[in-house]
């Protein structure tokens, strides 16, 4: 039994090593894919959305600031016909007048609004840029995490592959009364013990796929063919 240990053991220090060897991860990379993803992020995200309306608003608001600045005048017009002219209240001018006035006010108001409105619609920019680089390192993250999770797959898989190999090679010496059961009972745990690390690495595949397209809300798939 402790032979078929042995063998086990070294059966996954020798997978470990040839995985870590050729940088399994590494070569599944791709930068270009990568900022596609990122590029379809920015235009999806509802975040992305709020900001961009947050902005759209500032700068309605600067040009409303702005417009406000003819509020400090305030026009006034007077009309006199000729004929109410009466030595009670006597009219110097005849017909239409005109008078413009300054509210002071106003006045002082208005320059302090505007740079206001300007500061705001800065601060929105400064908010979408923040989370634009957020957004991005995100993408970035759940992409990693993604691939790594492709690795780790395919690492458990042929790991899988190899223990089963372990198991028919002892059960047909059990069969043949060459083995111990001990050492067929020993195999057939590691081949479930395997078999069931392949399931829990098949579902952090799905669920580092699903946290990335939620991302981008797209499939990973259909963004592979749009390139």
Known sequence: MYRLI???????????TKVEAQETMLKEISYPYLDTLIRISKGYYARMKVFEAQINIAELNVKRSKASLLDVLNLSYLYSPKNTTTLINPSLLNGYQVGVGINIGNLLQKPSQVRIAKKELEISWLQKDEYTYLLEATVKERYFRYIQSLSTLKLVAQAEIDVQSILVAVRNKFQKGEETFGNYSAALIAFTNQNQAKVAAEAEVFIAKARLEELIGNTLESVKQWQ
Not at 6 to 16: K, P
């Open 6 to 16: 042995l063998i086990i053991f070294i059966l996954f220090f020798s997978v470990f």
